[in-house]
Nanobody, 124 residues
Framework: QVQLVESGGGLVQAGASLRLSCLAS????????MGWFRQAPGQEREFVVA????????YYADSVQGRFTISRDNAKNTVYLQMNSLKPEDTAVYYC?????????????????WGQGTQVIVSS
């Protein structure tokens, strides 16, 4: 089965940076658009950013625009989320997701495959 495995989360202070990684296996990675979502305690999962299958187009949520950057390395079957200037409100479990298609996708229901998440905690 398709597997997505996130890594790179941790506990940091406000203003710090983290880079999350998502390694995909058992799929033709270059056929799949990728996205990152997050879920804070007691809240619903929300969209963070998405990228097309070739990396040519990205779309960011307003809350992270200018601070976060998505990238992908199709030769390594990996998508990254570089997070800078972290804020306490960024605290959440971060999930990567994959959907076969040529566009970028913004809805949870668009995606076919999900990782199990990695925890990010930002202290003040």
């Amino acid at each position: 089965q398709v597997q997505l495995v996130e890594s790179g989360g941790g506990l940091v202070q406000a203003g710090a940076s983290l880079r999350l990684s998502c390694l995909a296996s058992r799929l033709t990675f270059s056929y799949y658009a990728m996205g990152w979502f997050r879920q804070a305690p007691g809240q619903e999962r929300e969209f963070v950013v998405a990228v097309t299958r070739n990396g040519g187009t990205t779309y960011y949520a307003d809350s992270v625009q200018g601070r976060f950057t998505i990238s992908r390395d199709n030769a390594k079957n990996t998508v990254y989320l570089q997070m800078n200037s972290l804020k306490p409100e960024d605290t959440a479990v971060y999930y990567c997701a994959a959907k076969r298609g040529s566009s970028y996708y913004l809805l949870e229901s668009d995606y076919n495959y999900w990782g199990q998440g990695t925890q990010v905690i930002v202290s003040s």
